[in-house]
């Protein structure tokens, strides 16, 4: 199997809603959101003119030449501004709670601060995965990544969409929508595994999100964005940290041979997918997913099971059986479009 990474660059702006109820008129706004996993299977679809055989992996965002990822949900900001990192503590004993017994881990994480937020360049992340994050101070420069797009408000009018008046104004129906605007130079990478390489996209210009909004499509010259795993997990002890949304079937998963201690959750976030393939409103997902930039902490039995379970893992999606397995709507294969992409390190 062969991973082929595509370049996939927006040529207008972004308009992928987040899926909540959105009915035209005054005082009416409909709310752009990061384009999910989903969005990019559907442009790989069209640019590859079939699926993929097995799996796409990311997207990632790449701006001005350097990927970025969402910013571990366990970097804060405190009072000064600085940079810091929540610690993972044991739980002290003789500590009780009504909390359900699956919610109760051995660790807990401790510190103040704000949430960092933003985003992390592949130099940061491999830091961050290393355990080499320097805190206390201010964040190093060439950690921060660049606000990939801003929002760009845009008023609109509501089109009938079926008899006489088909595709025309509506009367009496304006409507405002944020849209994303990419910065100069920004693009998203998508890896494409396959049975074979992939030399050339059959078509280099595809749908990407909503209202006819297009992009290009091209083969990534520089391989795979994402960074390195660390060498060693001390203990067992490894941090699986999610680079796109998940569908997971348990927020509280875990491998089979790891014990769950503790996880860093900024979630959930509202999923929704929608495909055109079967037919207009034919196609539709909405589901809350475990959002980017969760962190979970694991304890392995022994170092080389992390180390196996690392080598099989990193850089690509979460095992099978781990998301996607409910619901009546292609759950299991639209969860093979990027969800859950994930990254590992050690704590």
């Not at 004993?93 to 985003?119: C, M, N, Y």
């Not at 405002?176 to 390489?197: I, N, Y």
Request: with cysteine.
């Amino acid at each position: 199997m062969d991973t082929t990474w595509l370049s996939i660059e927006p040529l207008d702006t972004l308009m992928v809603r987040d899926g909540r109820t959105f009915a035209p008129g005054e005082g009416v706004r409909g709310e752009a959101t990061t384009p999910p996993p989903s969005t990019f299977g559907g442009a790989v679809h069209q640019a590859l003119q079939r699926d993929v055989s097995h799996r796409i992996v990311g997207p990632v965002v790449r701006v001005n030449g350097t990927p970025q990822f969402p910013t571990p949900a366990d970097l804060v900001v405190d009072d000064r501004g600085n940079l810091d990192r929540l610690n993972v503590v044991e739980r002290p004993a003789g500590i009780t709670t009504d909390l359900d017994e699956r919610k109760v881990f051995s660790h807990v994480l401790d510190g103040e601060g704000q949430p960092r937020g933003g985003w992390f360049t592949r130099s940061g992340m491999e830091a961050w995965l290393s355990g080499d994050v320097a805190t206390g101070t201010d964040d190093p420069a060439e950690h921060l990544g660049e606000d990939p797009w801003r929002t760009e408000s845009r008023l609109g009018l509501t089109r009938e969409t079926s008899g006489r008046y088909r595709d025309t104004a509506a009367k009496s129906l304006l409507y405002l929508a944020d849209h994303l605007r990419p910065a100069d130079g920004m693009s998203f990478l998508v890896g494409c595994e396959d049975d074979q390489p992939i030399d050339e996209p059959v078509t280099d210009v595809v749908r990407l999100g909503g209202l006819g909004r297009k992009a290009t499509v091209r083969k990534h010259p520089y391989g795979s964005p994402m960074p390195s795993a660390p060498k060693r997990f001390p203990g067992g002890r490894m941090t699986v940290y999610l680079a796109t949304p998940a569908l997971l079937n348990d927020v509280f998963w875990h491998p089979s041979n790891a014990e769950l201690c503790a996880v860093a959750l900024t979630g959930p976030t509202p999923l929704a997918s929608a495909s055109w393939r079967n037919g207009v409103d034919r196609t539709k997902l909405l589901r809350w997913a475990v959002p980017a930039g969760s962190v979970y902490y694991l304890k392995f039995s022994t170092e080389q099971d992390a180390l196996r379970w690392s080598a099989d893992h990193h850089g690509t999606l979460l095992p099978d059986g781990a998301q996607g397995e409910r619901g009546e709507h292609g759950e299991t294969r639209i969860a093979t479009a990027g969800f859950g992409t994930c990254l590992t390190g050690s704590w």
